[in-house]
């Protein structure tokens, strides 16, 4: 079974750093493009950026270029979604999905369960 | 950069009502163009891709269609377990999503 398991939620105060993860499983991980998905509370659904794992192959959508960092780890099947310095702003559900097509970032199922992340002083 | 424009934003009905939802591209996007059903509290659900094909599994009330810069998203006869809300993406160079779409029952 195609699987995509989030680290659990997070508390974190403002300007602290943070790495969550989303760990692949039944599947060619280096194959699939996996995207992340910010859900702010009550809000809609945002495409942050996406990775191939196989090369590395980066993408930001405009609006989080240079907020937030995306990485892979292919020899543990895992991506990552990092910030340096977190903002009470970044409150959010976080989703990782993977893209269906191999090597296509065109449309995206499954999904993770979503880690809740909360900025708070 | 492309926008998509998905409307409307809410919309109420009836069980057993036709139910359409538009989703507009700023530019030719051919038919990549996807839709997917989040319900309250759980992770979006893809349940059509590239405009018009339904995902394997979901239910035939379903369908889309269109090219271009339009799009439609229909649920033929609405179910109470259809109640969430509903986004289009759109996938040229990096994926996007329209507002989304909250389906209610009236």
């Known amino acids: 079974e195609v699987q995509l398991v989030q680290s659990g939620a997070e508390v974190k105060k403002p300007g602290e750093s943070l790495k969550i993860s989303c760990k692949g499983s039944?599947?060619?991980?280096?194959?699939?493009?996996i995207g992340w998905v910010r859900q702010m509370p009550g809000k809609g659904l945002e495409w942050m950026g996406i990775i191939y794992p196989g090369d590395s192959d980066t993408r930001y959508s405009p609006s989080f270029q240079g907020q937030v960092t995306i990485s892979a780890d292919k020899s543990i099947s895992t991506a990552y979604l990092q910030w340096s310095s977190l903002k009470a702003s970044d409150t959010a559900m976080y989703y990782c999905?993977?893209?269906?097509?191999?090597?296509?970032?065109?449309?995206?199922?499954?999904w993770g369960q979503g880690t809740l992340v909360t900025v708070s002083s | 950069d492309i926008q998509m424009t998905q409307s409307p934003s809410s919309l109420s009905a009836s069980v057993g009502d036709r139910v359409t939802i538009t989703c507009q591209a700023s530019q030719d996007i051919s038919n990549y163009l996807n839709w997917y059903q989040q319900k309250p509290g759980k992770a979006p659900k893809l349940l059509i891709y590239d405009a018009s094909n339904l995902e394997t599994g979901v239910p035939s009330r379903f369908s889309g269609s269109g090219s271009g810069t339009d799009f439609t998203f229909t649920i033929s006869s609405l179910q109470p377990e259809d109640i969430a809300t509903y986004y289009c993406?759109?996938?040229?160079?990096?994926?996007?999503f329209g507002g989304g779409t909250k389906v209610e029952i009236k």
């Open positions: 993406q759109q996938y040229d160079n990096l994926p996007l």
């Open positions: 039944g599947y060619s991980f280096t194959s699939y493009w």
């Open positions: 999905a993977r893209g269906v097509v191999p090597g296509s970032p065109t449309w995206f199922d499954p």
